[in-house]
Structures are given as structure tokens and as C-alpha cells.
């Protein structure tokens, strides 16, 4: 699977796309653990203090947004998008 | 109005037999040795005739502001020699360019122009406030709209008198999903009674301070509707699109969503 990475989380991890070694069968939050195997310093970034995905971070599989806590169970199928951003940048 | 530079010896000779296998309305640009002569004192002068055709002269231009003023009109224009312009560009031979190389050529003459329409057909469209609202108004509904309103977001320099100013904002896109949310937006607002038209875009990369980021173009039967419209437009585009927006100020640079 593969990881679509934006601001500054891509600036964290060093590259807009990391790969990682999680097939279809597995969830969205399996992928989630290798992607921070592979680049921890996005745990601290993705990871609020209890260990869950912070309110501000958005994990999308496919375009959608795969919601707080039942989203990471969500089962991967091949060729699925996986990406993950901070907040979009309204601005005022 | 897609944008095409061409440099290189030769290059002039080589959009020439370009334009003749372009689609649509062609503007070239090409750089001029010296002043554009004209006899007169006036900043402009042109000359225009009864069949529509016309001449012109005059100082103080820019080619960005040339290629903004034709982008409305024209469906491509071919820019020639300009060496250091950030435009896509085709290389003839080893000329340098300042813009991203797309495709190069041993030389003009004989050069094959298929791979070069390829370029054009792949390129990102220029696109303006006023080239977004010449669309509107082609609206197969035009005639039964009597407003346009339009939101245009720039690039704010200071938020306060002594607010540290900001040289330019930095944008990414994720691209597929943007593209497609900001269908979903469009196509929400033109179901509502009395719209008839939505149009946005949303540049990316480097923007310079006081420069366009954000367009939204709203066609309406009536100003209530319209001006309603293109609020929400603005607002929604900013609320769910995928952009991030990272800013540059004299001191440092920063994600927006890092200072929030």
C-alpha cells in the first residue's frame, strides 16, 4: 500500500509517498503502524496523547475521509489510495 | 488559454508551423530586440479597422500581464525567446530556459510537431478572473441571468500595520480528490433555484504577495442569489478541498494549519 503525504507531514517523513509493506486484508489502521515503522517521527505529528489519531489530522482511503475510530478498521482492498493530511488551509 | 514558450534558434520558424496545427484562437508573443517603435507621444496607439482587424503599440507591459490579458480571448499562445520566462517550454537544440523544459528539438525546421501537441494537450490552462467570467457568460443560460458576482482571494501582505509582511504563500493540491470535491461543490450550488453557472479555481504552487491564489465565479438570475452563491462557494471550497497553504514572511515560513 501506499501513503499520499502532504504539508508538513511530508516534510516530516521526507517524501510525498511512502510505501508500505501492508497487502489488502489488512486495515487502515495496519497501515497506519507500518507507515510509522517506516517514519517515526510522523507518530508525534498523527498521534494525539492518548494514542489516537488527533481531531485535526485526516485519513483518507480513496478520496474519503475514514472517520474517527471504526475507520482504522476499515479493510484495505487491492489498489486502494491511501492518504494523510493536516487540516486544509482555509485561512481567514 | 494554455501558455507555450519556445526558445532556441530557429524558434520563431518552429511556432509558425505550430499555429497552423493548433486548435482554436493562437496568440504568439515574441520578444523584440529593442523598443516597439511608434510614432507617436501616446502610451498606446492602435489601429482598428471595420473587419475587426487590428494593430497595436505601446510601453509599460510585462509578458505576464500580456499573457493575462490574452488568456480570455485565445485558446493558446506561443511565447518566442523567452529565455527567462517560468513558462512550460520547448527547447530547440541546447538553449536554456528559466521554465520547465517539456520536449526538445534538434532544430526547427524539420523538427516533428506531434510530440510538441502532446506538450500543449498535457498543459495546465492559464486561467484569470476575467477568463473564468468569459466562460460564464457562454452559458447555454446566459440570458436568463442578470447577475455575476465574483470572490477573488489574493495574497495578503499584511494583517495589521505591524504584522511581519509576507513574500509569498506556497499551495499543494491533492490533486484527484480536490478536483473531484470541488465538482461536488459546483454541482451542489447549480442546483439551487436561479444559478446557473459555478466556476473555481484554486492555483498552486509559489504565489507572490498581492497576487491571485482563488477565483469563484457565480452566473444568477438575480444579485441575491448570486452574491449568496458565491459566498458559500468560497466557503466551502476552503472548508473541504484539499489545499494546504504554507506561508513565507520575512522571518519564516510556516504551514497555515501549524499557527492556527
Redesign the interface.
Known amino acids: 500500500m501506499q501513503w ?1 503525504l ?3 507531514l511530508a516534510e516530516v517523513a521526507g517524501d510525498r509517498e511512502i510505501r508500505v509493506d501492508v497487502g489488502p486484508g489488512a486495515t487502515v489502521g495496519d497501515a497506519l503502524d507500518a507507515l510509522f515503522e517506516a517514519q517515526p517521527a510522523l507518530r508525534d505529528r498523527v498521534l494525539n496523547d492518548s494514542g489516537a489519531v488527533a481531531d ?1 489530522i ?1 485519513v ?1 482511503r480513496n ?1 474519503e475521509n475514514v472517520g474517527a475510530d471504526d475507520g482504522l478498521e476499515t479493510t484495505l482492498v487491492e489498489g486502494d489510495e491511501l ?1 494523510l ?7 481567514r | 488559454m494554455k501558455t507555450l514558450n519556445i526558445v532556441g534558434p530557429g524558434a520563431v520558424d518552429l511556432a509558425d508551423r505550430l499555429v497552423a496545427r493548433l486548435d482554436g484562437r493562437v496568440a504568439t508573443v515574441e520578444t523584440l530586440p529593442e523598443t516597439a517603435a511608434r510614432d507617436t507621444d501616446a502610451s498606446a496607439a492602435y489601429g482598428l479597422s471595420t473587419d475587426g482587424s487590428w494593430i497595436g503599440a505601446g510601453d509599460g507591459e510585462t509578458l505576464d500581464g500580456l499573457l493575462d490579458s490574452l488568456t480570455p480571448d485565445y485558446d493558446v499562445a506561443l511565447t518566442v525567446g523567452f529565455a527567462d520566462a517560468r513558462l512550460p517550454t520547448v527547447a530547440v537544440a541546447d538553449a536554456e530556459a528559466a521554465g520547465e523544459i517539456r520536449h526538445t528539438v534538434a532544430e526547427a525546421v524539420e523538427a516533428a510537431l506531434d510530440p510538441i501537441l502532446d506538450v500543449v494537450d498535457d498543459l495546465e490552462p492559464r486561467i484569470t478572473l476575467e477568463s473564468l467570467v468569459r466562460r460564464a457568460k457562454a452559458s447555454p443560460q446566459a440570458d436568463r441571468s442578470g447577475a455575476i458576482a465574483t470572490f477573488t482571494g489574493r495574497v495578503r501582505v499584511k494583517d495589521g500595520e505591524d504584522d511581519t509582511p509576507t513574500t509569498h504563500l506556497e499551495f499543494e493540491k491533492y490533486e484527484d480528490v480536490a478536483a473531484d470535491r470541488m465538482r461536488t461543490i459546483r454541482s451542489d450550488l447549480e442546483a439551487r433555484d436561479g444559478v446557473f453557472e459555478v466556476l473555481m479555481h484554486h492555483r498552486t504552487g509559489v504565489i507572490g504577495e498581492g497576487e491571485d491564489i482563488v477565483f469563484v465565479v457565480v452566473l444568477a438570475g438575480h444579485r441575491e442569489e448570486a452574491f449568496d452563491t458565491v459566498e458559500d462557494g468560497i466557503n466551502r471550497l476552503k472548508d473541504e478541498v484539499p489545499i494546504f497553504k504554507k506561508e513565507s514572511t520575512t522571518d519564516e515560513e510556516f504551514w497555515i494549519h501549524e499557527k492556527a
Open positions: 499520499k502532504f504539508a508538513d485535526h485526516n483518507l478520496g492518504a493530511f493536516p487540516p486544509v488551509s482555509g485561512g
